[in-house]
């Protein structure tokens, strides 16, 4: 980045349902007219990102556009004065990276609110190894425990454990003292999950039988969906009395089609976690067990992949493929 311009990740359509990503150098008076300002030293990439910068409109509506939900830096200039310059600083989630230009750049513009603190315990580049997935898998954790899980109820099961969100859950959960079943449907990881944490490492497969079934043998106590579809309700299934699952994801899917035996039979909660539009209070606690209590350095290193931003859009088309594992950092000084 120099003093006029800075360099940015830009999707156009070039022609009818074809976008190109290129890396190109802006002029800072093409930023938002937002009061905070933001030099970002590092991004990461999350399905969001993938979905953006592949023309989805219900993600993005206008291009050209810079996607990136999640940036990690230090504030450059506050027009609101919320912040002094050199502020370590987070910003995850609101419009970032959607329909406002997004993290994928070394400057973001971005209100006062959407701006959490970056806690001491944390570095800016552990804060985009987590971002937006792990700040989603904080929160599905934090769900099951006010809902009442104990280790002592019995094995926590985790989909799309391979994945960004599904990955850090299956850390922190190991952390906390929980047995977690890690469901994956790449086997040739399951090394990677257990040196995460996880107990047991099953085959997506595992759970189809249970999809022609109203109810199923109760299997698992607790569990955390990124899925979506038809695996969440196989899962709901298949959890034992009073025990709930904490959705967050659709990559399978929206809908799902349900009936309310494990609701009323064994009294499962359905426990929905968003990461978006949470209160930025609320993200600034969970930002802090993370750099606190919930810390899981170690296993962060293991789920990261750092690369440079001209390495995004290859990256992205990774995601969008289904193929990625863990979580790609972008260190804007690579």
């Given at each position: 980045?120099?003093?006029?311009?800075?360099?940015?990740?830009?999707?156009?359509?070039?022609?009818?349902?074809?976008?190109?990503?290129?890396?190109?150098?802006?002029?800072?008076?093409?930023?938002?007219?937002?009061?905070?300002?933001?030099?970002?030293?590092?991004?990461?990439?999350?399905?969001?990102?993938?979905?953006?910068a592949?023309?989805?409109?219900?993600?993005?509506?206008?291009y050209?556009?810079?996607?990136?939900?999640?940036?990690?830096g230090?504030?450059?200039?506050?027009?609101?004065?919320?912040?002094?310059?050199?502020?370590?600083?987070?910003?995850?989630g609101?419009?970032?990276?959607?329909?406002?230009?997004?993290?994928?750049?070394e400057?973001?513009?971005?209100?006062?609110?959407?701006?959490?603190?970056?806690?001491?315990?944390?570095?800016?580049?552990?804060?985009m190894?987590?971002?937006?997935?792990?700040l989603?898998?904080?929160l599905?954790?934090?769900?099951?425990?006010?809902?009442?899980?104990?280790?002592?109820?019995g094995?926590v099961?985790?989909?799309?454990?391979?994945?960004?969100?599904?990955?850090i859950?299956?850390?922190?959960?190991?952390?906390?003292?929980?047995?977690?079943?890690?469901?994956?449907?790449?086997?040739?990881?399951?090394?990677?999950?257990?040196?995460?944490?996880?107990?047991?490492?099953?085959?997506?497969?595992?759970?189809?039988?249970?999809?022609?079934?109203?109810?199923?043998?109760?299997?698992?106590?607790?569990?955390?969906?990124?899925?979506?579809?038809?695996?969440?309700?196989?899962?709901?299934k298949?959890?034992?009395?009073?025990?709930?699952?904490a959705?967050?994801?659709m990559?399978?899917?929206?809908?799902?089609?349900a009936?309310?035996?494990?609701?009323?039979?064994?009294?499962?909660?359905?426990?929905?976690?968003?990461?978006?539009?949470?209160?930025?209070?609320?993200?600034?606690?969970?930002?802090?067990?993370?750099?606190?209590?919930?810390?899981?350095?170690?296993?962060?290193?293991?789920i990261?992949?750092?690369?440079?931003l001209?390495?995004?859009?290859?990256?992205?088309?990774?995601?969008?493929?289904?193929?990625?594992?863990?979580?790609?950092?972008?260190?804007?000084?690579?």
């Amino acid at each position: 980045m120099s003093d006029t311009t800075y360099r940015a990740m830009v999707v156009e359509e070039v022609a009818a349902g074809k976008y190109d990503q290129a890396i190109v150098n802006l002029d800072p008076s093409s930023l938002p007219e937002n009061p905070v300002t933001i030099a970002v030293s590092h991004s990461s990439l999350n399905y969001k990102d993938a979905l953006s910068a592949f023309g989805n409109r219900a993600v993005t509506r206008e291009y050209p556009h810079t996607p990136g939900i999640d940036a990690a830096g230090t504030v450059i200039a506050d027009a609101s004065d919320t912040f002094a310059v050199g502020d370590p600083v987070i910003v995850t989630g609101y419009d970032l990276g959607m329909n406002t230009a997004g993290g994928l750049a070394e400057r973001i513009a971005v209100p006062g609110e959407w701006v959490t603190p970056r806690p001491d315990g944390l570095s800016s580049r552990e804060a985009m190894i987590l971002g937006t997935a792990g700040l989603t898998a904080a929160l599905c954790v934090e769900k099951l425990l006010e809902a009442g899980a104990r280790p002592a109820d019995g094995e926590v099961l985790v989909t799309g454990a391979t994945g960004g969100v599904g990955s850090i859950a299956v850390a922190l959960l190991g952390k906390l003292g929980f047995k977690v079943a890690a469901v994956t449907g790449k086997l040739e990881s399951a090394e990677f999950l257990t040196s995460l944490g996880a107990w047991k490492v099953l085959d997506r497969e595992t759970l189809a039988p249970f999809a022609d079934k109203a109810i199923a043998k109760p299997l698992w106590a607790w569990a955390v969906d990124t899925v979506g579809g038809e695996t969440l309700f196989n899962v709901i299934k298949c959890l034992k009395y009073g025990g709930g699952v904490a959705a967050c994801g659709m990559a399978s899917g929206a809908q799902f089609q349900a009936n309310v035996f494990p609701f009323i039979l064994r009294g499962i909660s359905l426990l929905g976690v968003d990461s978006v539009e949470l209160p930025l209070q609320k993200k600034a606690g969970v930002w802090g067990k993370l750099a606190g209590d919930w810390y899981i350095g170690e296993q962060l290193e293991k789920i990261a992949e750092d690369i440079s931003l001209d390495q995004a859009p290859e990256f992205l088309a990774r995601l969008h493929r289904g193929h990625g594992i863990g979580r790609y950092v972008v260190d804007m000084t690579r």
